[in-house]
């Protein structure tokens, strides 16, 4: 019989569709886990609710309350993004052994069955990772297939098809949560971590109640994150573009000093002024974007403000309050 405790983390916005089904369904997890003996009775789950704006925070005092012991119900003050949400609940724990789904239950969380077998054989991280996307549409299935390619040439070490769906160990979890960044891609920064890890492919599910929240705007945003705050190579690249341009430009100065001294041909004029001027105006005004999108994410991170606060939090067990 296992002594390791587990504790299912699961961010919650605006989720009051989904936690009828995805309590019972998580708790029937814990208990199957708890019966085979491979994770202890001790086990708990832990719902945060992220500013929802609809019934969650009820639904998770009421069922903190029905199942005493077994749900931590954590709120923040306000929404905070996915990726705030759930390191606030991650930090929350303190069993052997974390696993992180989504609310939505997209990521089955009959899974965690081989995640916590994986961990019992020596990994400390296991990764859960999507065989097909075939519930994603066609959009999201390309964008995510090139989003990883170019991560990887980017020399950005992701997992493919990975999301954050994934057992840690207590020690794994530690060490991620001595990373003081604020603006998180915690997927990237699990890599960083390292230790020993291991893979469980799974098929996701298409959601069965509630709608996305995380929109193309979310989505483009957290992308861009996982690019700048794993990689500079857009900086290098934009030192590659300027001086190809300038290459570019000196070659047509040369050109047109050459026909105006050698040769009798009147210049046309516009062309050969327009299209520079057009090339590097564009040329820099991407650049001073790309130094601009660093320059605000320093002054970000420089700032060192809390990720999340937390306004509640309830257990509901006789050691604590
Ligand atoms: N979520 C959150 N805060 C947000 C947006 C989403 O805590 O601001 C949670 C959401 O409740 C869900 C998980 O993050 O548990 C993933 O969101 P969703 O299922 O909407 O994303 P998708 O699966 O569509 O990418
Ligand atoms: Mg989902």
């Not at 002594?3 to 309590?23: G, H, W």
């Amino acid at each position: 019989m296992s002594d390791k405790t587990l504790a299912i983390v699961a961010p919650c916005y605006n989720e009051q569709e989904m936690l009828p089904t995805s309590i019972p369904v998580l708790l029937q997890t814990l208990d199957t886990l708890i019966n085979a003996e491979k994770v202890s009775p001790a086990s708990r789950l832990y719902f945060v609710d992220d500013g929802s704006r609809d019934n969650t925070w009820q639904q998770l005092a009421d069922a903190s309350k029905a199942h005493p012991g077994r749900i931590v119900a954590i709120r923040l003050s306000r929404n905070k993004g996915h990726q705030n949400a759930l390191l606030a609940g991650l930090a929350s724990t303190s069993e052997d052994m974390v696993v992180s789904i989504d609310a939505d239950l997209q990521d089955d969380p009959v899974n965690i069955e081989k995640m916590v077998d994986a961990y019992h054989n020596g990994s400390e991280v296991v990764y859960g990772v999507r065989a097909a996307r075939d519930t994603d549409t066609k959009f999201k299935r390309l964008t995510a297939e090139g989003y990883y390619h170019v991560m990887k040439k980017l020399g950005v070490d992701l997992v493919f098809n990975h999301a954050d769906f994934r057992l840690m160990s207590r020690r794994a979890l530690n060490a991620l949560l001595e990373y003081p960044e604020s603006q998180l891609f915690l997927r990237g920064m699990v890599r960083e971590v390292g230790f020993a890890s291991s893979v469980v492919e799974y098929d996701r599910q298409s959601r069965a109640a509630g709608e996305s929240k995380y929109p193309l705007r979310k989505m483009l945003s957290l992308a861009w994150h996982g690019i700048s705050s794993f990689s500079t190579a857009p900086l290098r690249a934009i030192t590659l573009l300027g001086i190809t341009a300038s290459a570019l430009s000196l070659i047509t100065l040369l050109w047109v000093l050459a026909t105006r001294l050698l040769t009798d041909n009147a210049i046309p004029g516009w062309t050969s002024i327009l299209l520079p001027l057009l090339f590097i105006g564009s040329v820099q005004l991407l650049s001073l974007g790309v130094i601009g999108e660093y320059l605000a994410k320093l002054y970000t991170e420089i700032k060192k403000r809390p990720r999340y606060h937390i306004s509640e939090r309830l257990s509901n067990q006789a050691d604590e309050h």
